[in-house]
Every structure is written in C-alpha cells, then in structure tokens.
C-alpha cells in the first residue's frame, strides 16, 4: 500500500492543466499521482476514465457531480494508500504535500472548511430546496466539504464515506460532508498555513512562495472573474448609498 495516493482531477488538456500536473510529480517523486477524468477527447498520461465505470450516481452535470470522480476511481482502483488527496487542474503544489499537509497527515477526513447548520446556517447548498434531495434518513447530518478540492482522507475514511454516501442528485460538497458526518467520522480543518493557499473562489496569490494553491486560473480568466466580484461589490454599495438618500417615508413605503 502507498503511503500516499494523489487524484488529480481535470477536464482538458491544456498549458495550465500540463504545468500543474508536472508541478505536483516534480514535488512529490514518490506519491501515486494518478489524473482522473470523464468522457474527454484528450488524456494526460496514466490516466482513469471514470466514464468507463457503471454509476451509481447521476453524472450528467459534471460539476456539481465532480465528487463521483472520486468514489467511482475508488471502487475501481488497482491503487491502494493510507491516505488520499483530492487535486484538480486549478491547484498549484510547488510543495511536498506531505510538507504541506504535515500537521493533519493522520487525520481521518481534512479539508479547508466543514460546515454544519451550526457553524454555517446561511450556507447556499443549506438551502430546503436542496436538502430535500437527500433521504430523510440523511437530513440529520447535513454538513459540507468547502471546498471538495485540496481534501484528504484516510484509507478507512473513504470506505466509510462511500457506505453513507447519498445517491441521490445531490450537489457534491453537500453529499460528501453528509456522508462523512453521518459515517461518524473525525474531520480537522487545515491549518492556517494550509488553509490561508486554498479557496472555493478566486483569490489574489503569492505564488512566489511554495506552497499548496487553489484556484490558479489562466490570467485572463482570474482578471475577469476579480473585475466581475468588483463590479458586484461596486453595485451593491451605490445601491445602499441610493437606498440611505431617498426620504425616510418612502423607505417606510418600500416595507409595507
């Protein structure tokens, strides 16, 4: 069995995809680093078509089904490890991930993130409507994965989570953070340094330092996506400033 066992997730090959993938085996020679995708045109070396594996779960949208990637090569490894970690194209390791990772290396499940109803009630995928596409037997121990990437797990973890896991369409972080709480398992969020490289959306980077980042898009997306959250942010506060200008009795009005 390997000490350590990497999936690395993408959708095309591309020059962001290439520089990632030799940036993970160049730091880390004695992983198994395996890429893993489904119904591409183009493969990366070595890699598992998840797609040539019967489903147990609808895959259709490949993004908010991207965690079937994971348990479907899992079900149908030839690999073995003590433990597994979740990579995709958009993450940059300039690191040893056993470096990066050191402080939770032996813990069952670790992720940026773990969000219950407790610690983050206002949760978009907490929402009725998609909470009520898992059992009922599930809705007690709704949690998420945030985000699904840059996750680790223990060898018995994953056997366990795959044993809870929900079959029903059901957004990825959300049926994975379910299935790991009701499988009564151990999660311990990243460490600072670990977690201050990884994020669900686009944040500004040093990447001059090594070090473990998500996500690191090609420029030109990263630009447009930074002038979008502006732009929002922008709008949202000229609306406010409008909202304090109009007459105290209009805004009465607006609440009736």
């Not at 959708?11 to 489904?38: C, G, M, R, W, Y």
């Not at 795959?162 to 009701?182: H, P, Q, W, Y």
């Amino acid at each position: 069995m390997k000490e350590l066992c990497v999936l690395y997730h993408y959708h095309k090959v591309d020059p962001i995809t290439l520089q990632h993938f030799n940036l993970l085996k160049e730091h880390n020679p004695d992983a198994a680093i395996i890429p893993v995708t489904s119904a591409v045109p183009e493969y990366l070396p070595g890699s598992v078509d998840v797609d040539n594996f019967p489903s147990q779960w609808d895959t259709r949208n490949k993004w908010r089904a991207i965690d079937t990637t994971f348990y479907l090569w899992f079900l149908n490894r030839q690999v073995s490890a003590e433990r597994y970690i979740i990579i995709e194209y958009d993450c940059r390791c300039t690191l040893p991930l056993k470096e990066a990772y050191g402080e939770v290396w032996d813990a069952q499940v670790s992720c940026r993130s773990f969000y219950t109803p407790e610690t983050k009630p206002d949760w978009s995928w907490f929402k009725e409507q998609e909470v009520n596409n898992l059992d009922p037997s599930d809705r007690p121990y709704i949690a998420g994965v945030v985000p699904y990437v840059c996750s680790l797990f223990s060898h018995e973890a994953v056997e366990r989570m795959i044993e809870n896991l929900s079959r029903n369409d059901v957004f990825c972080e959300l049926r994975m953070g379910t299935a790991i709480r009701k499988a009564g398992l151990s999660v311990t969020e990243f460490p600072p340094a670990l977690r201050q490289g990884v994020y669900a959306d686009t944040h500004p980077f040093d990447l001059s330092q090594p070090g473990v980042y998500h996500p690191v898009k090609p420029r030109a997306i990263y630009e447009e996506r930074l002038a979008r959250k502006l732009l929002r942010k922008q709008q949202k506060l000229e609306a406010q400033q409008k909202l304090a200008q109009q007459p105290a009795w209009l805004n009465w009005l607006r609440r009736k």
